[in-house]
């Protein structure tokens, strides 16, 4: 059974950085068949894709426009996880945030973490 | 980006009856090669994620209860609930994954009438 567990803190102050951490078990970050990706959720954006992190020969990243200067997704296979580092954060990034896998058969978000509700405020 | 419209924003239905919500691309996702519309359908609850319930426009996961459907083509797609259930109650959700940045539509609220 595949779960995806998030941990991290739920407060950030302004400016300084939002990490997040999500350990997977019943599969492994480094699949050719799979895709780790980060999304958020808040009332004024909606559901938002951030980015992903997968591997096929090499590690590739991809993000979302919106945050692509501030972002960072990385795999860590020693400990079979992946996180994410949103820098220079305002209010404006409240949400909560969610891991989730793309499989290569759905090609979608068919496993998702529990959920971290980070709020940026001083 | 492709953009996602539902409607309607929300929907009462009596349990019992069909409940339909309506989601529309601005621009198509059909693949022409492997013919698959790369649209997917979510339902989620307070306090829960998403929850895949439609894949490929019309796959329902494995799991979900086949009063779920999903149809449609190109930019036009529709999730139907043949007989509305209590726990059925929830904001669903339509997604595209034609290309990134995957986007969601803004979610359907169905409720009990």
């Known amino acids: 059974q595949i779960q995806l567990q998030q941990s991290g803190p739920g407060l950030v102050k302004p400016s300084q950085t939002l990490s997040l951490t999500c350990a997977i078990s019943g599969d492994s970050v480094s699949s050719n068949s799979a895709a780790w990706n980060w999304i958020r959720q808040s009332p004024s954006r909606g559901l938002e894709w951030l980015g992903r992190t997968f591997y096929t020969s090499k590690w590739y990243n991809d993000y979302a426009a919106s945050v692509k200067s501030r972002i960072i997704i990385n795999p860590d296979t020693s400990k079979n996880q992946f996180s994410l580092q949103l820098n220079s954060v305002t209010p404006e990034d409240t949400a909560v945030y969610y891991c989730a896998r793309v499989s290569a058969a759905r090609r979608t978000f068919d496993y998702w973490g529990q959920g971290t509700l980070v709020t940026v405020s001083s | 980006d492709i953009v996602m419209t539902q409607s309607p924003d929300s929907l009462a239905v009596s349990v019992g009856e069909r409940a339909t919500i309506n989601c529309k691309s601005s621009q198509s996702l059909l693949d022409s090669s492997n013919k698959r519309n790369y649209l997917a359908w979510y339902q989620q609850k307070p306090g829960q994620p998403p929850k895949l319930l439609i894949y490929?426009?019309?796959t329902r996961e494995s799991g979900v209860p086949d009063r779920f459907s999903g149809s449609g083509s190109g930019t036009d797609f529709t999730l139907t609930i043949s007989s509305l259930q209590a726990e059925d109650v929830a904001v669903y959700y339509c997604?595209?994954?034609?290309?990134?940045?995957?986007?969601f539509g803004q979610g359907t609220k169905l409720e009990i009438k």
């Open positions: 997604q595209e994954y034609y290309s990134t940045p995957y986007t």
């Open positions: 490929w426009a019309s």
